[in-house]
């Protein structure tokens, strides 16, 4: 599909076939298999933790210690579930909507599970300027906020 010179309304290119709004979502979205092993564990981890909040299920916690101590190269698994925990905790406190978490099997990524692998490459690749203004963007301009998930990605990019 091309845009118009505005950038508002999709037009159809010749001969091929409109999707749908939701297909055409899902079709930008990057997929779980376009991550490394230790972004894969992370949102697993994510997933498990968003689903142990929405559900009050004890099962979500232990299935997310399960699927850390059972990941290759983790070498304190306890530690990397705690803080993804911490700043799944962090996230929830300071945003005025819930995040929207995929079940764990799912291929794709949720909006604010794409932001938060965005965040974890950052942080992995050291980039303190461009991690600031990414975390900035995703929380807002509460600085009390923006300080403690800063944080809370760097420490589970180090783990």
């Given amino acids: 599909m091309l845009h118009d010179t505005c950038g508002s309304a999709p037009v159809e290119k010749a001969g091929q076939p409109r999707l749908c709004p939701l297909q055409a979502a899902l079709a930008v ?18 997933r498990f933790i968003g689903a142990a909040y929405a559900t009050g299920a004890s099962d979500c916690w232990e299935a997310a210690y399960r699927f850390a101590d059972e990941a290759p190269g983790i070498a304190d698994s306890p530690l990397l579930v705690a803080r993804a925990a911490a700043l799944v905790r962090i996230l929830r406190s300071g945003r005025p909507c819930e995040l929207c978490f995929m079940p764990p099997s799912c291929r794709r ?18 980039q303190p300027g461009e991690l600031e203004s990414i975390v900035c963007q995703f929380v ?8 403690a998930t800063t944080r809370a990605v ?3 990019a180090l783990c």
Wanted: proline content about 2%.
């Fill in 29 to 46: 979205r990057p997929c779980v298999e376009s991550y490394d092993e230790f972004s894969r564990v992370a949102l697993s981890l994510f």
């Fill in 140 to 147: 807002g301009n509460e600085n009390e906020n923006e300080i």
């Fill in 109 to 126: 990524l949720s909006q604010d599970e794409a932001e938060l692998m965005r965040l974890l490459a950052v942080a992995r690749r050291n």
């Fill in 154 to 156: 760097n420490a589970l």
